[in-house]
């Protein structure tokens, strides 16, 4: 019984210290590389905030250009053109019809 209660305590003391090592350490990359941290915690909200607006996995933001009367449409990360049309509207018809499945999202300030 008292082996029990021994192999209980050190199991406890080895978590609770483990768990204290483990903070301590993170606590000190932080403290040593900021920005580092803010540039990751960054990319989280970006990716959440892409999530939000469109709740699909499968998703695309675009930026959206107006030149002589034709609206252009393109990967915002990659620069790849997807699409033009006449209106906003075909624009983007004829875009989601080349990526098949894929839901296109601009800013509306894009444009």
Do not use: C, W
């Not at 509207?89 to 601009?106: D, K, M, N, P």
């Amino acid at each position: 019984m008292e082996i029990l209660l021994l192999l209980a305590l050190v199991f406890f003391l080895g978590y609770f210290l483990g768990k204290l090592g483990a903070t301590t350490q993170i606590i000190r990359r932080i403290s040593e590389n900021p920005e580092q941290i803010m540039r990751a915690l960054k990319q989280v909200q970006e990716i959440n905030r892409k999530e939000q607006i469109t709740g699909k996995e499968d998703s695309r933001e675009v930026e959206v250009h107006q030149q002589d009367g034709q609206y252009y449409i393109y990967d915002k990360d990659s620069g790849e053109f997807l699409g033009q049309g006449h209106s906003l509207e075909s624009a983007i018809q004829i875009s989601q019809q080349r990526l098949q499945g894929v839901t296109l999202f601009y800013e509306k300030q894009s444009i």
